[in-house]
Every structure is written in structure tokens, then in C-alpha cells.
């Protein structure tokens, strides 16, 4: 499938992309669900820390979960799901109830519930490109 736009930004530092979490929300106020790709430490928590200030949450509640795959905070529900080993029935019904909120919801390792989703949602891909460079796609 051909998606309806694709864009590819480079950052050089975290600041940069929290920076664009912050500006992809003024781009892309509707789109509700954002699928979080990529390798551990290509930026994903820290690119959910800018967003999450863009939404008036401070950074350090912001983090990656150790023992739950999911906190909820009033304009935004964040998802790990890096240690979801098999994906229950409870879990989806979890984030079902969570998707149907309309409230901003955004999952990291989001390979593990894809194929249960029928919402529209944005892909975003992080990739390490060497030191502190990573490559950011949205599409
Ligand atoms: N350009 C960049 N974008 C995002 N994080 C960066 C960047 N350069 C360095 N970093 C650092 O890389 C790490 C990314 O970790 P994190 O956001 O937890 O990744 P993930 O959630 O994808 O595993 C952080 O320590 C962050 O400060
Ligand atoms: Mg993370």
C-alpha cells in the first residue's frame, strides 16, 4: 500500500527530537494513535518525553516502564511493550479500551499488537545513523 505521504527528518541530539515529537503533533493534531518502530536506544521514550511536554506533561514521567507495559496520564497513554512476551486477551482488551478512549496513545515495540489494529494511526521509524544522528520517519 502506498501511504499518503511519507516524510524522513535527521536529528543530531535528544533535544531535536522531542523538538519533533512537539512539531508532528502540531502537523498531525487528528491522528490519535502513533506506532513507535526501532532499535533499543534509537529515541523512542525520548521522542514520548517532547511529545508529552508538548502536552503539558514534565519529561521525567515520562520513562521507559520496568514492570508494567503501560501508564496512563490524562492527554496521553504510553506504551512499552519491549518485555510483552505473548499478547493475552486481557491485554488487548486493555488497549482496545485504551484506543477507544480518543485519547493520544502511543506504543513502543508496537510489532507485537499490529495486526489487531484497525484504527488509523501514524507509523513513526526511528533509526540509529551513527553517534548521536538518528532518522526519523513518519509516514
Ligand atoms: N538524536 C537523538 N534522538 C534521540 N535520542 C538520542 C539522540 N542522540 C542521543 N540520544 C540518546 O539516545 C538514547 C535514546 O534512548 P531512548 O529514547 O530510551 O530509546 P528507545 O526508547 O528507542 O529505546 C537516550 O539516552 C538519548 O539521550
Ligand atoms: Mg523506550
Known sequence: MIPDFTMKRKTKNAR???????????????HKIWLLYGD????KTT???????????RESQIKSPTFTFVVEFEPLIHYDLYRLDALD????????????????????WPEK???HLT???LKIRFSHEGGDQRSIEIS
Open 16 to 30: 531535536e527530537t522531542k523538538a519533533l515529537a512537539k512539531q508532528i503533533l502540531k502537523n498531525h493534531p487528528k
Open 40 to 43: 533499543l536506544g534509537a529515541g
Open 47 to 57: 521522542f514520548v518525553k517532547g511529545l508529552g511536554r508538548a502536552l503539558g506533561l
Open 89 to 108: 486477551d486481557l491485554t488487548l482488551e486493555l488497549l482496545n479500551e485504551h484506543l477507544a478512549t480518543g485519547k493520544r496513545v502511543v506504543i513502543e
Open 113 to 115: 499488537i499490529e495486526r
Open 119 to 121: 484504527l488509523p494511526h
